[in-house]
């Protein structure tokens, strides 16, 4: 008796199975999966540079911030009434 694919799923002998094969080269469960591994791991990759380029602007920010704290400019406050 031989495995057929029908309808999203496998067929044996009038049994459905859960696995979702096509029987091509490259189409099969574990190939899908790898491919969805290897996306996610780009997308983690794409994150990551994005989150260290975001962390260093805010550094580069950060460090202009304190930089001009001293630079002995006076801050304007308004007088507190006594």
């Known amino acids: 008796m031989s ?17 979702r094969w096509k029987g091509r080269r ?11 591994v290897r996306q ?8 990551v540079m ?3 380029f975001l962390r260093g602007a805010l550094q580069r920010i950060e460090a202009r911030r304190r930089s ?5 400019v006076t801050v304007s406050t308004k007088k507190s009434k006594k």
């Open 26 to 36: 490259g189409e099969g469960p574990v190939e899908r999966l790898e491919q969805e």
């Open 68 to 72: 001009s704290e001293g630079s002995g």
């Open 40 to 47: 996610l791991r780009d997308t983690l990759a794409r994150k």
């Open 50 to 52: 994005e989150a260290d």
């Open 3 to 19: 495995w057929k694919w029908i309808g999203g799923s496998f067929m044996h002998g009038g049994n459905r199975c859960g696995a």
